[in-house]
């Protein structure tokens, strides 16, 4: 068995901050103070290399690793991935040993799809609120994930904006923000050849590949050498 990848939180501490990068010891540490952290996972900095090294391939057995860390942040949160009840609904953020603000790539609320966002809508009583957080989703999947030109989603939002003579994002209805999703879809699959995968496990490798990705991505890299940063 190679070294361990995946670490749960409350497994990690401060000191680990190579092997686990600035967000995860330092999540590790709150945890273990007792405070009010979230249950999570954090992979390793050097599994990141690993992919990176091997031509942006993901290490084989990683996913099963990751998928039974979930299990104990499902125990932990009172929560399933990909429920049609309790939906758990997770982050995928990025990390380094050494702080890099904004450089790398965040995709949030994997785990929405269209049952699950009907669930939270049953278990918040805000509509509008979990059709905008969806939304929001397939814009972040679909520009971060999948690379698709960002402002090609906006441009459906300015339209419904014009249609009803919004000034701001805050005067859509539920109604507005659910109508956003059908046309993400289909942008999605018009830009991709792909559809947007209702399956939560292949959000989250998807996820955490591009996330790994965004290590090269130029604002990254430039911001690396500009503070002589070690690529690695």
């Not at 030109?149 to 659910?178: M, N, V």
């Amino acid at each position: 068995m190679a070294e361990k990848r995946v670490w749960l939180f409350k497994d990690g501490n401060a000191s680990m901050r190579n092997l686990l990068g600035g967000k995860g010891a330092n999540l590790a540490e709150m945890t273990n103070l007792g405070l009010p952290v979230p249950p999570g996972l954090t992979i390793t900095t050097e599994t990141c290399m690993d992919y990176i090294n091997h031509g942006n391939k993901m290490p084989q057995g990683l996913m099963d690793e990751v998928k039974a860390a979930l299990k104990d942040v499902e125990t932990q949160a009172g929560k399933k991935f990909g429920d049609a009840e309790n939906p758990l609904l997770v982050s995928v953020r990025s990390g380094a040993r050494l702080s890099m603000p904004g450089m790398m790539e965040t995709i949030l609320n994997l785990g929405l799809n269209d049952q699950t966002v009907e669930a939270m809508i049953k278990l918040t009583n805000n509509p509008r609120f979990c059709y905008d957080s969806y939304r929001r989703f397939l814009t972040m999947f679909g520009s971060v994930a999948w690379e698709i030109d960002r402002q090609k989603f906006e441009d459906y939002l300015d339209k419904i904006k014009d249609e009803k003579g919004y000034k701001s994002d805050t005067e859509l209805s539920a109604e507005d923000w659910k109508s956003l999703i059908e046309p993400y879809n289909a942008l999605i699959k018009k830009e991709t050849g792909k559809e947007f995968p209702q399956n939560p496990y292949i959000q989250l490798e998807e996820a955490i590949e591009a996330v790994f990705r965004s290590w090269n991505i130029p604002r990254a890299v430039a911001y690396r050498e500009h503070y002589k940063i070690d690529h690695n």
